[in-house]
């Protein structure tokens, strides 16, 4: 069965810190594809990043940048320079297939973010 | 560009009234769409799945039922409401078929409260 991780439940920093988010997940399957979403205070998700099993290359955007080590089964989200529109709650989701059959997500319980002006 | 919505945005019912939510996505043809339930202090729950018309995977037994009439259109319904259905309900859409560009595009969600 799969799980994901998110042990922080709430973080809490002043504007301009940096601040990282763990995910850590668990799978059975060797091919999978792990995912962040972002879920600000009017509901919606928005997709922010996928990772396949197989590209273990980090990745940054902008302020946001991905870490993903296979080895710890770890897939932590780190915000530079944080800013109060950051405020959100977090989640990490795990897919194994990238097939058309049973691939919905399998999601953490998320991190609530809150950036203090 | 594609775009998913649903509606009603929000809802409030009675115990043991029927239910009906509707999901339309545009742009995009022959996507897997998906019904997802994210509860109060709860994380997101994956309810149902659809890969094509007619064709409807149930993740968690209970009372909600989901149908796929048409291509973009996917419909979570109940027949008599729960006070345990309460919640936010989020439609989701992706690619269809085999794609390593998996990742789900959610609607704005709909926020359930049964009295």
């Known amino acids: 069965a799969q799980k994901v991780t998110q042990a922080q439940t709430e973080i809490s920093v002043v504007e301009k810190e940096d601040v990282t988010l763990d995910c850590v997940y668990e799978?059975?399957?060797?091919?999978?594809?792990l995912f962040w979403y972002k879920q600000p205070p009017s509901g919606e998700l928005v997709f922010l990043i996928r990772?396949?099993?197989?590209?273990?290359q980090n990745e940054i955007s902008g302020r946001y940048s991905w870490n993903f080590q296979k080895s710890t089964s770890s897939f932590n989200f780190t915000i530079t320079a944080s800013q109060v529109v950051d405020s959100a709650v977090y989640f990490c989701?795990?897919?194994?297939?990238?097939?058309?059959?049973?691939?919905?997500?399998?999601f953490g319980k998320g991190t609530h973010l809150i950036i203090q002006p | 560009s594609q775009t998913i919505h649903q509606w009603p945005a929000t809802l409030v019912q009675p115990v043991g009234s029927p239910l009906s939510l509707e999901c339309t996505v545009e742009?995009?043809?022959?996507?897997?769409l998906y019904w997802y339930r994210q509860a109060a202090g709860r994380g997101l729950q994956l309810l149902f799945y659809?890969?094509?018309?007619?064709?409807i995977s149930s993740e968690v037994p209970q009372n909600l039922s989901a149908s796929r009439p048409q291509d973009r259109q996917f419909i979570l319904s109940s027949k008599k409401l729960l006070l345990s259905d309460s919640g936010f309900y989020l439609c989701?859409?992706?690619?269809?078929?085999?794609?390593?560009?998996?990742?789900?595009?959610f609607g704005p969600g709909t926020r359930l409260t049964v009295l």
């Open positions: 989701a859409w992706r690619l269809g078929g085999w794609s390593s560009y998996n990742e789900q595009f």
């Open positions: 799978t059975r399957d060797t091919t999978y594809y």
């Open positions: 990772r396949n099993s197989f590209d273990e």
């Open positions: 989701a795990l897919s194994d297939s990238s097939g058309g059959g049973a691939d919905g997500l399998t």
């Open positions: 742009g995009t043809s022959n996507p897997n």
């Open positions: 659809s890969v094509g018309i007619g064709q």
